[in-house]
Antibody, heavy 119, light 107 residues
Framework: EVQLVQSGAEVKKPGESLKISCKGSGYTFKNYWIGWVRQMPGKGLEWMGFIYPGDSDTTYSPSFQGQVTISADRSISTAYLQWSSLKASDTAMYYC????????????WGQGTMVTVSS | EIVLTQSPEFQSVTPKEKVTITCRASQSIGSSLHWYQQKPDQSPKLLIKYASQSMSAVPSRFSGSGSGTDFTLTINSLETEDAAAYYCHQSSSLPHTFGQGTKLEIK
């Protein structure tokens, strides 16, 4: 079964760092783009950026450029989303997703990781 | 950045009704428009890709149409399990963008 399994929920304080993960299985991880989408509480979907694990080519949405870092370790079929200094406004559900090509639909989604940032 | 505008944002419907959700792009995107369903407390699920290609295992009452700037998701004979938010997404150019979503409530 093709799936993306994300790491568990996190509760952090403002200013702390965080790295969440997304592990792919059931397919050749390095051949598909992995993207990240934010969904703030009660709101819609926002595309943050994506990475091609085959060569680590990464593109960010202008809205998220400089705010987060997307990376991948193809040896363990895992992609990451990280923050160096969290803000309360980063509180959201984060989904990873798979794309066959950079201009394709998002065909597989992870279960989501809830990040709560609160003092 | 391409802006996608969905309408309506909310609709309350009865079972067996026909529902039409529209998505308008701020510039032409060909057929690079996809539709997702997100049920409460679940991840989004791809329903239709490239405007009209239904994904396997998606019920046949869901269909999509359109090209260029105007697109439609149609649900024929709505069922109670279709209560969800629906989002369009364009992959024609970066950054990828989503519509603001349409929430369907079943009466």
């Amino acid at each position: 079964e093709v799936q993306l399994v994300q790491s568990g929920a996190e509760v952090k304080k403002p200013g702390e760092s965080l790295k969440i993960s997304c592990k792919g299985s059931g397919y050749t991880f390095k051949n598909y783009w992995i993207g990240w989408v934010r969904q703030m509480p009660g709101k819609g979907l926002e595309w943050m950026g994506f990475i091609y694990p085959g060569d680590s080519d990464t593109t960010y949405s202008p809205s998220f450029q400089g705010q987060v870092t997307i990376s991948a370790d193809r040896s363990i079929s895992t992609a990451y989303l990280q923050w160096s200094s969290l803000k309360a406004s980063d509180t959201a559900m984060y989904y990873c997703l798979r794309q066959p090509g950079g201009g394709d639909a998002f065909d597989i989604w992870g279960q989501g990781t809830m990040v709560t940032v609160s003092s | 950045e391409i802006v996608l505008t969905q309408s309506p944002e909310f609709q309350s419907v009865t079972p067996k009704e026909k529902v039409t959700i529209t998505c308008r792009a701020s510039q032409s995107i060909g057929s690079s428009l996809h539709w997702y369903q997100q049920k409460p407390d679940q991840s989004p699920k791809l329903l239709i890709k490239y405007a009209s290609q239904s994904m396997s295992a998606v019920p046949s009452r869901f269909s999509g149409s359109g090209s260029g700037t105007d697109f439609t998701l149609t649900i024929n004979s709505l069922e109670t399990e279709d209560a969800a938010a629906y989002y369009c997404h364009q992959s024609s150019s970066l950054p990828h963008t989503f519509g603001q979503g349409t929430k369907l409530e079943i009466k």
